[in-house]
């Protein structure tokens, strides 16, 4: 009878391992809700982002464009503006300047914050990585 006790006893307690004492914690789909501490995006993170966009452009000071624009000082600079290079239509109707907010909104989906871009990107639908890289190109835009 003792080694029964034992065995219940046991049972139940494995049977309340990991749940919360809070019922509210439990979604109403039935899931285990699990916390993950947020990650600041950071330019090291940005710059790693960076890397999708290595094959069409570069961020060195004074670097040459490639397939698009060089992107050294993109963060404040008026859109369609850099020099010796050939921006379709649409870039250069857009106008405005490309502050936070606007770099935001491109990157996120370049095809359609500029409908005839000829950028063929699909974008970066992660905020974090988009935060990340608009935080590096402002870092090699000093």
Known sequence: MRLASVLLAGALTLAGCGKSETPDEVPATGEVAVETAAVEPTAAMGEQVFRRCVACHTVDKGGANGIGPNLHGVVGRAVASHPDFSYSGAMKAKGGVWDEAALDAYLKQPMMAVP????????????ADRKALILYLEDQSK
């Not at 005839?116 to 905020?127: E, K, N, W």
């Open 116 to 127: 005839g871009t000829r950028m063929a990107f699909a974008g970066i639908p992660d905020d």
